[in-house]
């Protein structure tokens, strides 16, 4: 069974992402309760993720494989849905008279998706996405402490570096109050960037149009210039 690809980053996230970063500036010039100014951010916020993660959740219901309703077929699409939700409980029931699969998501958030996914043989697709599969271009970062130290990531090619940025950000906000997260927390993991780079599951970072090419940071090469032909 083929892994079903990450939802596309579109124009109406990148739109989002420049409402969001609008609002941290006009907020607290329109009001002056820094708490009022804060929730108002929040619950926005909170919308733009909940209607992005319904849009993700029915394209992948749309297109996943499900050759048969056999044990191994159910669980590896539970398996996807794990990665590109991380941190929330999901529950999938087969139903063999419909031919399908019921599907249910419940996030740490309070978000709630429900959905069916309809067995269909393996390479036959769902219905068509008129979305081109924006490709991932080098997206490269490091932490202000050590400039000189750099994870190799990607971004969708539609989105800027700072757009990229602030989806980062926002996973990793994510992260850290997932299940997963609050466990390592827990576990006395330090909450820092190194070790969510190293653990976030990859789904959350496609979603928002990123990729981990390593986990692991590399120093930057500095190269020098040849001497001079005499």
Same mark, same amino acid.
């Given at each position: 069974?083929?892994?079903?690809?990450?939802?596309?980053?579109?124009?109406?996230?990148?739109?989002?992402?420049?409402?969001?970063?609008?609002?941290?500036?006009?907020?607290?010039?329109?009001?002056?309760?820094?708490?009022?100014?804060?929730?108002?951010?929040?619950?926005?916020?909170?919308?733009?993720?909940?209607?992005?993660?319904?849009?993700?959740?029915?394209?992948?219901?749309?297109?996943?494989?499900?050759?048969?309703?056999?044990?191994?077929?159910?669980q590896a699409v539970k398996s996807q849905l794990e990665q590109s939700f991380g941190?929330?409980?999901?529950?999938?029931?087969?139903?063999?008279?419909?031919?399908?699969?019921?599907?249910?998501?419940?996030?740490?958030?309070?978000?709630? *998706?429900?959905?069916? #996914? !309809?067995?269909? &043989?393996? +390479?036959?697709?769902? =219905?068509?996405?008129?979305?081109?599969?924006? $490709?991932?271009?080098?997206?490269?970062?490091?932490?202000?402490?050590?400039?000189?130290?750099?994870?190799?990531?990607?971004?969708?090619?539609?989105?800027?570096?700072?757009?990229?940025?602030?989806?980062?950000?926002?996973?990793?906000?994510?992260?850290?109050?997932?299940?997963?997260?609050?466990?390592?927390?827990?576990?006395?993991?330090?909450?820092? *960037?190194?070790?969510? #780079? !190293?653990?976030? &599951?990859? +789904?959350?970072?496609? =979603?928002?149009?990123?990729?981990?090419?390593? $986990?692991?940071?590399?120093?930057?090469?500095?190269?020098?210039?040849?001497?001079?032909?005499?």
């Open positions: 069974m083929k892994k079903e690809k990450a939802p596309v980053v579109n124009k109406t996230s990148k739109a989002e992402a420049e409402v969001l970063d609008l609002l941290k500036k006009v907020l607290p010039k329109a009001t002056h309760d820094p708490q009022l100014a804060s929730k108002i951010y929040d619950a926005i916020e909170k919308e733009f993720k909940t209607k992005a993660r319904a849009v993700a959740f029915e394209k992948f219901c749309g297109k996943v494989e499900l050759p048969d309703l056999e044990p191994q077929s159910v941190g929330g409980d999901i529950t999938v029931k087969p139903d063999k008279k419909a031919q399908s699969m019921a599907v249910e998501v419940a996030l740490p958030d309070g978000s709630h *998706f429900i959905s069916d #996914i !309809a067995v269909r &043989p393996a +390479g036959e697709e769902g =219905e068509g996405d008129p979305e081109n599969v924006l $490709k991932f271009i080098s997206f490269p970062v490091s932490l202000p402490g050590d400039p000189e130290l750099i994870w190799a990531l990607a971004k969708r090619e539609n989105l800027t570096n700072e757009e990229a940025a602030i989806q980062l950000a926002k996973v990793e906000e994510d992260f850290w109050a997932s299940k997963t997260g609050q466990k390592l927390i827990r576990d006395r993991i330090e909450r820092v *960037f190194p070790e969510f #780079i !190293a653990r976030v &599951p990859s +789904g959350a970072l496609n =979603e928002v149009g990123l990729k981990r090419h390593y $986990k692991e940071p590399e120093t930057l090469k500095v190269l020098r210039p040849a001497p001079a032909a005499k």
